[in-house]
């Protein structure tokens, strides 16, 4: 793996050490944010050029999905090297250059880390192949024999979240069938064992690499993994199924009490630093299980995905406010804030969608209406996007970090019909029948109204970007002051002005309306009703619609100083 060489400190390696408390982060995916060389895929100095675009949209950070080496079998999240960047996006000069410049330009950097698997390219998993049964190499996956004559019989029946067995058989060295690894995702993501203090070192070596080159933080993936008793998993009935996380603590394969061991050990890592590294976890777990990853001995910070699962109803967002606020408060971090990431439907086209188009025929999740052929003649996308405009400036007003994907600050739908010949995505091709997976969400960004892809690079993109695109493109958008831009820009910086105490007291309201108001005599009122309401006195400084003089119209949310 490559050696570090230690970025200068930038401007804001003195900063305030909570600075990500109340921070709005920005996600990347670089490999669909900018092209720089013409490949048709996105890269480290296409997001350098762009800083100037990010800067004026007024985010604290960016949260950059992987850019590591990678063959792309689950879109970077199979890491062949952890410690480096993939040649075809970059190298570490230009991460270093990226990461001074963003410093200087007043916005942090945190970056993806996948500790639950590598990828089937890694040194070590190539190093597991090369040696024998029960060596030290191959002790740092989960290898086991299979069952029936000859183990040609996968271990046990459990099941990859991508589809299929959760085993893979490989070749011995000496060329016969020999004994099978385990992998929660694709088979090109075999899952390290973290009974093995190697990987726990390598881990930390790891932080401290892109620590000492000025990174400021880091997002965990998959956190509740890791840790696993495959003895109770291979003798029982369980699946990979991660609704049955919710059992706290007791699957063997997730949310394991073990695991937090693990983030002890990063955490006394992050405090060798000024400020101390921030981290924030990804977790699919029972919502009483979140405070300790959260927690100031952990990783300090969790996500909060409720918001994002919740329909457009405001008895559910304000149930998931105040749950979410409390267990915040139980952890002494600070709660997070998102509706789109590189993983689901985006919000502007889910809030599109009739009721009844989520997975199961509940809520408006959208797998189902991707599934169904993604036409979108049946997304309201007027609509849709109103809703997103409302929603998210009513998350910006609230207490705790707000997380944004890239594109939905152009108000971006989803892009639901792509070739399958053109998708990407490993749950596409397991799962063909029944998932269409993510690419969606990943098309590279507008950036012109004209072009081979739209601005994104001089010769077309690694995704299909469709003709609607021109629509949405940000150069239009930012000559417009009443673009979905705009909208994103003004609200951005009006949030920086509300900044103080997290706290949030609710006001009187009808069912129809979520009032709430801030330190410092800020008001939020928020109207999913379709009739207009009356607005508390004061000046509105910024409304995702239009408002009337003391009105604000059906499903729009305005700001308002009392």
């Not at 707000?402 to 070739?419: H, K, R």
Request: charged fraction near 25%; include cysteine.
């Amino acid at each position: 793996m490559t050696e570090t060489q230690p970025l200068a400190a930038g401007q804001l390696a003195s900063a305030d050490p909570e600075w990500w408390r109340q921070a709005a982060v920005y996600q990347i995916y670089p490999r669909s944010f900018a092209d720089s060389n013409a490949d048709g895929l996105g890269d480290i100095p296409g997001i350098t050029s762009r800083i100037p675009y990010l800067a004026e949209l007024g985010i604290d950070a960016v949260w950059l999905s992987p850019f590591y080496p990678s063959a792309l079998a689950d879109g970077g999240y199979d890491v062949d090297d952890y410690r480096d960047v993939d040649p075809r996006i970059g190298t570490l000069a230009d991460f270093d250059r990226m990461a001074t410049a963003l410093h200087a330009a007043g916005i942090r950097v945190v970056v993806d880390i996948v500790p639950n698997h590598t990828s089937d390219r890694h040194a070590w998993f190539t190093e597991a192949l090369a040696a024998p049964k029960d060596s030290p190499a191959r002790g740092r996956y989960i290898f086991r024999d299979g069952q029936g004559p000859d183990g040609a019989l996968p271990p046990d029946g459990l099941q990859s979240l991508f589809g299929g067995s959760a085993w893979e058989r490989i070749t011995e060295p000496d060329g016969a069938p020999g004994q099978w690894y385990f992998h929660l995702f694709a088979k090109e993501q075999p899952d390290l064992n973290w009974d093995s203090p190697e990987v726990h070192e390598d881990f930390l070596t790891t932080l401290r690499f892109w620590s000492d080159r000025g990174v400021d933080g880091f997002r965990v993936d998959v956190a509740h993994g890791l840790k696993k008793d495959m003895a109770t998993a291979q003798n029982g009935l369980w699946t990979t199924d991660p609704d049955e996380i919710l059992r706290g603590g007791e699957h063997p394969l997730w949310d394991r009490d073990e695991v937090h061991t693990v983030y002890a050990e990063w955490r006394k890592v992050f405090n060798e630093y000024t400020p101390p590294r921030m981290a924030v976890a990804e977790v699919w777990v029972a919502p009483h299980r979140v405070p300790r990853y959260a927690s100031a001995e952990g990783l300090g910070q969790a996500f909060n995905f409720d918001l994002l699962k919740a329909d457009f109803d405001p008895a559910r967002f304000r149930t998931v406010i105040e749950n979410n606020l409390a267990l915040a408060a139980a952890s002494g971090a600070s709660s997070t804030w998102v509706f789109s990431n590189h993983d689901v439907v985006r919000h502007a086209t889910r809030y599109g969608l009739p009721n009844g188009t989520g997975r199961r025929g509940q809520g408006t999740d959208g797998l189902d209406w991707l599934l169904a052929g993604g036409d979108p003649g049946e997304v309201d996308a007027e609509r849709g996007l109103r809703r997103a405009k409302a929603a998210t400036l009513l998350m910006l007003a609230l207490p705790g970090s707000a997380y944004l994907y890239q594109g939905e600050e152009l108000g971006l739908p989803e892009v639901g019909q792509i070739p399958g010949a053109d998708r990407q995505d490993p749950i596409y091709f397991r799962n063909g029948a029944t998932e269409v997976g993510r690419d969606g969400c990943r098309v590279p960004l507008p950036w012109e109204p004209s072009g081979t892809s739209f601005g994104f690079g001089a010769d077309g993109s690694h995704l299909p970007q469709p003709a609607w695109f021109r629509d949405y493109a940000a150069s239009v958008q930012a000559a417009d002051a009443g673009s979905t831009l705009a909208f994103y820009r003004r609200a951005l910086a009006l949030r920086h002005r509300l900044q103080g105490a997290e706290e949030l007291d609710w006001q009187p309201s009808s069912d129809d309306v979520l009032h709430f108001a801030r330190p410092g005599g800020w008001r939020v009122v928020a109207n999913f009703g379709e009739a207009p309401v009356e607005l508390p006195e004061g000046e509105v400084l910024l409304a995702s619609a239009a408002v009337e003089v003391g009105k604000l119209p059906g499903e729009a949310t305005a700001w308002v100083r009392a």
